[in-house]
C-alpha cells in the first residue's frame, strides 16, 4: 500500500504564553496548521482569540514561547525579514482596517502593487474579479472606505486579504456582524480560496454555522489554553460543556437550508 506523505507544519505555535500585567490571557499554548487545513479556533469573547493570531503575526511579542511559519522562528526575528514573511500571508483583524486615504481597488490590490508594477486598469480589473465572489458591486470599486457600509467594508478586506492568492490566510470573524447570506458567501470563499491553491488558514469565529461549513479542525480557548480539539463532527459529539454551549447557539434553518 502507498504511504501517506506526512502534511508540511504551516504555522507552529509552542508553549506560547501571554499576559497583560496581572492578566493571564494565554499559558502554554501548543497546536499547529498543518499544509491544506482550515482550522477554527473558537472561544467566548476575551478568551484570547486575537491576541492568540497578533502573537503570531508579530503584533503582540509573546512571553514566552515559540511560532514558527513555514519553519521561520517568528519570535524576535528582525523587522525586515518578518515583514517579509507576513507579506506572503493574507490577514484579515477583527474591526475592518482599511487604509482611509486609498480607494476600495486600491485597497485590493495594495499587497500585489508592493510587489509588481500594475497599472489602473489592471489593478481595478483584479480587484474587480475578486469583489464579484463576494457580493460586491463594481461601481465601489473608486469610492473611499468611509463611503462605503461597514458590511462592504469587511467584504473589502477580505478581497484585500486573499489578493494575490496568498497560500496562508488568517481571519479574525470575517463574518460577525453580517447578514447570514452574506456570511454563508464569505464562508464559501474562505473554503475556495484554501482549496484551489492548496492554501490554509485560520479563522476566528463565533459562528457556529461558519465552523460547520468551512473547518477541517476546530480548537477551543477557554480558561487561557485550548481545552479542546477536534474536528467539526466530532464537536458534535463531545462532551465538553463549553462545546455543548456553543452547538446550542447553532440556528436549526441551518441544517434545513445546507
Ligand atoms: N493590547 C492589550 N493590552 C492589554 N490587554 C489586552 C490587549 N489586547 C487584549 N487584551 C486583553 O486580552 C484579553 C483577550 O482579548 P482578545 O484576544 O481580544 O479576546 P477575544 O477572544 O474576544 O478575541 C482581554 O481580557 C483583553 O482585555
Ligand atoms: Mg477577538
Known sequence: MEKKLEKKIIIKVSEVSKSF???????????????????????????????LLKNIIGLLLPDKGSI???????????KKLKEKI?????????????????????????KIANKEKINTKQG????????EDLGLQPNILDLYPS????????????ARAICGNPKI????????????????LIDKLIKKAVSRIGGSAITITHDMAS??????????????????????KQMFDSENEK??????????????ND
Open 169 to 184: 490566510l488568517l481571519f479574525d470573524e470575517p463574518t460577525s456582524g453580517l447578514d447570514p447570506v452574506t456570511g454563508s
Open 211 to 232: 465552523v460547520c461549513r468551512i473547518a477541517d479542525k476546530v480548537i477551543l480557548i477557554d480558561k487561557q489554553t485550548i481545552s479542546w480539539s477536534g474536528t467539526p
Open 68 to 78: 514558527q511559519i513555514n519553519d521561520n522562528e517568528m519570535v524576535h526575528l528582525n
Open 21 to 51: 500585567n496581572n492578566n493571564v490571557v494565554l499559558k502554554d499554548i501548543n497546536f499547529q496548521l498543518l499544509e491544506g487545513e482550515s482550522l477554527a479556533i473558537i472561544g467566548e469573547s476575551g478568551s484570547g482569540k486575537s491576541v
Open 243 to 256: 462545546i455543548q454551549k456553543f452547538i446550542k447557539t447553532i440556528n436549526s434553518d441551518f441544517f434545513l
Open 124 to 131: 481595478k480589473q483584479i480587484a474587480l474579479s475578486i469583489i
Open 147 to 158: 463611503e462605503i457600509s461597514g458590511g462592504m467594508q469587511k467584504r473589502v478586506a477580505i
Open 86 to 110: 507576513l507579506l506572503d500571508l493574507g490577514i484579515t483583524f477583527q474591526h475592518g482596517a482599511l487604509f482611509d486615504s486609498l480607494k476600495v481597488w486600491e485597497n485590493i490590490i495594495f
